[in-house]
Structures are given as C-alpha cells and as structure tokens.
C-alpha cells in the first residue's frame, strides 16, 4: 500500500487507550502518523506514549507558542493525505457537522483539505439517538467515510452497538479511503488460500498457501472501489475491509463458489492454490491404523479435481481473467505452457522454491506472462504492491479494449 501522512485526531472516549496500537498497527504498513488531542482527549491517553509511538511531536493546544511554531494548526491541516478521526465521540461528530473550530482537533477538521474517516465510538443509546444519526448523515453527505461502531460488551457496561472497530479494521479502512475509486461499478472474484481435500473424518491433504497474496488482492480491489467477493480456501486471514467472502475447503466447493459468482464479475483473479488431486474415497469414519492389519501402510487413490482456471477460461466472454502459476523450476517455461492449456488473459507466476517469495511469506517475486509473449518481471515487493501492479495492469488492459 501507497504511504500516506496520516493525522491522527482522538478525541476524548475511552477507546482513546487504542490510539497507541491504532498508531502502530498505521506505521507497520509505512504509513507516517501525527497525533492531535483533545483536551478530554489527554484523559485517556498520554501525549507522551503517543510520542513514543508515533515518533512525531503531538498537537494538543491550538494556543500553544511553541506547538504552534513547530507546524501551526494550518500547515497540520495541509501537511495530511488523511485525517482519521478514533475514536470520534459523540460530541466530536456533532461539532464537525456544525463546523465549530472550538479547539485544535476541530479546527484542524474545519481547515483540511483532505479526505477524512471516522471511527465513532460511545454509548449504545448516544449512538443510536437521532441527534447523532442526522450528523452521521450529514458527515456522510459531506464525503466522510465511516468505519464501525461494532457491537459487543461497551466500556459503560452496556451491550450494543457502540464500540470503536478493532485498530487493525481501521487501518485497512485508512489505506483504503481516498485512493481514486478507479474500479468502481466493477465486481472482481478473487480467489485465496489452498484448498483442503477430505480423506476421512478428520484428515485431508492440503498445502502450503497462507491466502496472503490472494487476500491482498482483494483488498486492492476493494481500494479501488470494485465490488469484491472473494471465495477463500483454508486461511486465518480476517476479511478485508468492504469485502464479501466466501468459505470453502475443498476444490469442489471452490469450483462451485466460483461458478455461483462467474456470471456477475468482470474481473476473475485466480491466487489460490488449488489441489489438482483428491483422495477417491472419503471415510465419514476416522481411519484408525488398528484396521490396517499387521502395520501395513495406507494406500490413497486419487481423482484429478477439475480445472477450474480453464472451466472458466472456456466461457470468458469480455471478463479479464488472470491466473497464478506456482513453479518450483523453469519457471517461465512452465508458466508460458499454462497461459495456453488454461486460456486465461494474464499468469502470474512464482517461484515456489525461493524461501522469501510465494507460499506464507509477506512478499512475492512474480512475472507476469502475457499471451503476446510479453513477459515482465517485478522485483521482489510486499504482497500488497504486487497486488497493485496487478490491477494497474489489468486497468490498462481493459482501458485498451
Ligand atoms: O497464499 P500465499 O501463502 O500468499 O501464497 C501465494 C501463492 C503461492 C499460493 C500464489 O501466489 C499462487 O501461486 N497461487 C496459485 C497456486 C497454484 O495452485 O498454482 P498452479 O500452478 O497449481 O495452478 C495454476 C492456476 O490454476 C492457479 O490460478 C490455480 O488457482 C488454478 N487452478 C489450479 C488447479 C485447479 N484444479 N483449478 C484451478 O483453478
């Protein structure tokens, strides 16, 4: 993801304790944090850990000479490509709906050109109180995107709606807000993660893909504006921000997600790592090794799965389809010969056999082949930069139709 200087405004509620891990959770994706408090604000969370963690000089008096003269409230206002609200309380949303510049956080609110998301957190009956809800709405109109509240167990000892998103959902809802909506109106199908095949009660045969590259992609579109569905193997990756997923274990249940969501999507990227075997027969029993007499080993037979990449290739129609290819030697060769089996627009291959790129690790050192006998190859790059050069590429390709 793109860094971006976001300004972190926190007001003053008790999910105000998250800013800290908010702030870290911003500056492990690259992204540069300033912090600005409130006066009820500093309550709840000391200026001074904030500080630590952020490693940038905290605003929290708009009268102050020496804040002031470090980067006066305006310069604040413009130095941001972002300003996330969390926690937005109450009284926040409503003095940014009535424009009041009562204090740093405000007014840096009423200056800024920049794109703002907010993260309300408060009481469940504050929450749901028309007051609130008509400057939500009011927010809304102005361009504010909205992340949460969630609902749970609240810090006042009510159950409800009301609490402030985890700072890991706000962080994706940060990298996501304000980048140019270039998919919009577009469904992309994303597939992530290995498939899991049954052998009997409680074994299957799977393998190594953590869903990473898959997921990043995703969310990428997501980024972008599309509509995304993204039909997940065996993963524990939380779901993207603005995304719907769907779970599957096995290469059946993915090929059957897939073709229930083909007809609708115009983009098809397939990352997951499909079984191309499973075992014939499936026990609904545990296998216990006392059946097999005398020690004897264990014979499974395997069926081919089918080929769900080339099944869809088949009937593409104006749809962009791209697949992965995961080699672990002639990479290009290999990768050349499954973009004409398959008949997809683009392949991306990895090679699996380097420990720092392709199977659960963070990065990825692709190439992409193109029918045309084009082949690019990127350098190593974290998943989610892979994933954005994937869709700068298949933008142009569409543009280009
Ligand atoms: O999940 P990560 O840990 O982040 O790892 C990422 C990854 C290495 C899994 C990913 O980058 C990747 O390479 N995914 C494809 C893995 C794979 O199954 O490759 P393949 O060469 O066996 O298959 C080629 C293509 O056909 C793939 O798009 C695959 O989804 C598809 N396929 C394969 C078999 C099958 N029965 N049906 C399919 O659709």
Same mark, same amino acid.
């Given at each position: 993801?793109?860094?971006?200087?976001?300004?972190?405004?926190?007001?003053?509620?008790?999910?105000?304790?998250?800013?800290?891990?908010?702030?870290?959770?911003?500056?492990?994706?690259?992204?540069?944090?300033?912090?600005?408090?409130?006066?009820?604000?500093?309550?709840?969370?000391?200026?001074?850990?904030?500080?630590?963690?952020?490693?940038?000089?905290?605003?929290?008096?708009?009268?102050?000479?020496?804040?002031?003269?470090?980067?006066?409230?305006?310069?604040?206002?413009?130095?941001?490509?972002?300003?996330?609200?969390?926690?937005?309380?109450?009284?926040?949303?409503?003095?940014?709906?009535?424009?009041?510049?009562?204090?740093?956080?405000?007014?840096?609110?009423?200056?800024?050109?920049?794109?703002?998301?907010?993260?309300?957190?408060?009481?469940?009956?504050?929450?749901?109180?028309?007051?609130?809800?008509?400057?939500?709405?009011?927010?809304?109109?102005?361009?504010?995107?909205?992340?949460?509240?969630?609902?749970?167990?609240?810090?006042?000892?009510?159950?409800?709606?009301?609490?402030?998103?985890?700072?890991? =959902? $706000?962080?994706? %809802? *940060?990298? &996501?807000?304000?980048? @140019?909506?270039?998919?919009? #109106?577009?469904?992309?199908?994303?597939?992530?993660?290995?498939?899991?095949?049954?052998?009997?009660?409680?074994?299957?045969?799977?393998?190594?893909?953590?869903?990473?590259?898959?997921?990043?992609?995703?969310?990428?579109?997501?980024?972008?504006?599309?509509?995304?569905?993204?039909?997940?193997?065996?993963?524990?990756?939380?779901?993207?921000?603005?995304?719907?997923?769907?779970?599957?274990?096995?290469?059946?249940?993915?090929?059957?997600?897939?073709?229930?969501?083909?007809?609708?999507?115009?983009? =098809? $990227?397939?990352? %997951? *790592?499909? &079984?191309?075997?499973? @075992?014939?027969?499936?026990? #609904?029993?545990?296998?216990?090794?006392?059946?097999?007499?005398?020690?004897?080993?264990?014979?499974?037979?395997?069926?081919?799965?089918?080929?769900?990449?080339?099944?869809?290739?088949?009937?593409?129609?104006?749809?962009?389809?791209?697949?992965?290819?995961?080699?672990?030697?002639?990479?290009?060769?290999?990768?050349?010969?499954?973009?004409?089996?398959?008949?997809?627009?683009?392949?991306?291959?990895?090679?699996?056999?380097?420990?720092?790129?392709?199977?659960?690790?963070?990065?990825?050192?692709?190439?992409?082949?193109?029918?045309?006998?084009?082949?690019?190859?990127?350098?190593?790059?974290?998943?989610?930069?892979?994933?954005?050069?994937?869709?700068?590429?298949?933008?142009?390709?569409?543009?280009?139709?």
């Amino acid at each position: 993801m793109d860094p971006r200087r976001i300004l972190l405004a926190i007001s003053g509620g008790i999910a105000a304790y998250k800013a800290p891990e908010l702030v870290r959770t911003l500056r492990r994706a690259d992204h540069v944090v300033r912090c600005a408090l409130t006066p009820e604000a500093e309550r709840f969370v000391s200026p001074l850990s904030l500080q630590a963690v952020s490693g940038e000089t905290v605003r929290r008096d708009l009268f102050d000479a020496g804040e002031e003269g470090e980067i006066d409230h305006i310069g604040l206002a413009d130095w941001a490509d972002l300003v996330l609200v969390a926690p937005a309380t109450a009284n926040l949303l409503a003095k940014m709906a009535a424009g009041l510049a009562d204090d740093l956080v405000s007014t840096v609110l009423l200056a800024t050109r920049a794109p703002i998301l907010v993260a309300p957190a408060m009481n469940v009956n504050m929450w749901s109180h028309p007051a609130t809800q008509a400057n939500l709405a009011v927010l809304r109109d102005r361009g504010v995107a909205v992340v949460g509240p969630d609902s749970g167990e609240l810090a006042c000892g009510w159950e409800g709606i009301g609490r402030m998103s985890d700072p890991s =959902v $706000i962080a994706v %809802a *940060a990298a &996501a807000h304000g980048v @140019p909506p270039t998919l919009i #109106g577009t469904r992309v199908l994303v597939t992530a993660g290995g498939t899991a095949e049954p052998i009997d009660a409680v074994r299957s045969v799977t393998n190594r893909s953590s869903g990473k590259m898959g997921f990043a992609i995703a969310n990428e579109a997501a980024r972008r504006g599309a509509e995304v569905v993204l039909v997940a193997g065996v993963t524990s990756l939380p779901t993207p921000f603005g995304v719907r997923r769907v779970d599957v274990r096995s290469a059946l249940e993915m090929r059957a997600a897939v073709l229930a969501e083909f007809d609708e999507a115009s983009i =098809v $990227i397939k990352a %997951a *790592a499909v &079984a191309d075997f499973r @075992p014939i027969e499936v026990s #609904g029993r545990k296998i216990k090794k006392e059946e097999l007499a005398g020690g004897a080993s264990l014979t499974l037979e395997l069926v081919q799965n089918p080929d769900i990449l080339q099944e869809i290739s088949a009937r593409k129609g104006d749809r962009t389809i791209v697949g992965f290819a995961a080699e672990s030697h002639d990479v290009l060769a290999a990768a050349k010969r499954k973009l004409s089996r398959k008949g997809c627009d683009l392949i991306v291959a990895n090679d699996i056999s380097r420990s720092d790129a392709g199977f659960d690790v963070d990065e990825n050192a692709v190439l992409f082949v193109w029918p045309s006998g084009e082949v690019e190859e990127l350098p190593l790059l974290p998943k989610p930069g892979v994933a954005a050069q994937l869709f700068d590429r298949i933008e142009k390709l569409r543009e280009g139709r």
